[in-house]
């Protein structure tokens, strides 16, 4: 199935426009009714997983997106939330599909909470299941490396279909000023509250994978983390890379070996995430310095590194961000 050229024109009356660093140009293509989340290339393609209608798309280099493949579980999960094929990646002869926890009101299915393999002939297998939200992954050659959610881990899936937790991550400490703007009669005093650590994006780099700690309701603002951990499981606690984000989901390297830094946004107890507060934070290890790549994003899921020019950023609101960086930069 191909969706019409006339469906990806961008939408008139939308939100504005979202702002970009200056080494950068933007292009942004929106897809009325779409929950775009994972992100990741296939050759010249870019594929990408939809959770309002559980499937996988190639953007061809025409810029085409084609449908393909057998349909997932999808719906909301219990949180309001859409739950599907968070991620997709290309591995040899097959696609690699994580897929979320059983959407609510739904029985559970052989696909939910899965790793899943599809064939060429669009074949599902399913490598395991035995996960509670595997919410993003990372492959060598010979292991799978998963972040759950859920159960605030990073799991280690090996060839031989043996899983390895390689990091339980406790609970975040929140104190109770912080909190008590949010509930001034719940969250007061001096106490400190724990939430869970909530990890979500994975990367690997130099034997160590690095892991966005987004953080548990209520989200505070500059409670969420990025840490790193051996991908041999060595460390005995992660250790803190960047501290001071608003719900980090997403994490990548540019080219020079920077770290670029998905931010889902600022929460507010009414609205939920606020429109246009999500960010692409480019982060110096070396420096320490901090540079907002992207900014004004809505619930943005995935950042992609497509080459040494561009980065394609998906939104839940069916949103492509294409940033392309100028020639001579």
Excluded: C
């Excluded at 559970?108 to 297998?125: F, K, M, Q, S, T």
């Excluded at 500059?222 to 790193?228: L, P, Q």
């Excluded at 900014?295 to 949103?319: A, K, N, Y």
């Amino acid at each position: 199935m191909m969706i019409a050229t006339a469906f990806l024109l961008l939408a008139v009356g939308a939100a504005a426009e979202p702002l970009v660093a200056p080494d950068y140009r933007l292009e942004t293509v929106r897809v009325p009714g779409a929950a775009f989340a994972g992100l990741s290339r296939d050759g010249d393609a870019l594929l990408v997983t939809d959770l309002v209608n559980g499937r996988l798309y190639r953007r061809m280099p025409s810029g085409e997106l084609v449908a393909f493949g057998p349909t997932f579980p999808h719906g909301l999960d219990v949180t309001g939330d859409p739950t599907g094929p968070y991620r997709v990646l290309r591995a040899g002869d097959d696609l690699i599909v994580a897929q979320g926890w059983t959407p609510a009101n739904f029985d559970e299915g052989p696909y939910d909470h899965a790793l899943v393999a599809i064939n060429g002939a669009g074949e599902r297998r399913v490598i395991s299941a035995d996960f509670w939200n595997p919410f993003d992954l990372v492959m060598t050659d010979d292991a799978y490396y998963v972040v759950d959610s859920a159960r605030n881990s990073v799991e280690r899936l090996g060839a031989d279909g043996r899983k390895q937790t390689l990091m339980s991550f406790r609970r975040m400490r929140q104190q109770a000023t912080a909190m008590e703007t949010l509930s001034p009669t719940e969250f007061k005093g001096e106490d400190s509250y724990e939430v869970d650590a909530v990890p979500t994006g994975i990367a690997l780099r130099d034997g160590r994978l690095v892991v966005t700690l987004f953080g548990g309701f209520p989200f505070l603002a500059g409670a969420g983390k990025v840490v790193s951990i051996s991908e041999k499981g060595e460390d005995a606690a992660p250790r803190p890379d960047v501290e001071g984000l608003n719900a980090p989901v997403a994490v990548a390297f540019d080219p020079e070996g920077r770290l670029l830094i998905l931010e889902h946004g600022l929460y507010d107890q009414q609205q939920g995430f606020r429109p246009e507060s999500g960010r692409l934070l480019r982060f110096d290890e070396a420096t320490g310095r901090r540079e907002i790549v992207l900014d004004g994003l809505t619930r943005p899921v995935s950042v992609l590194v497509w080459d040494r020019r561009q980065i394609v950023v998906s939104e839940l609101g069916g949103t492509l961000l294409f940033l392309s960086r100028d020639e001579g930069r």
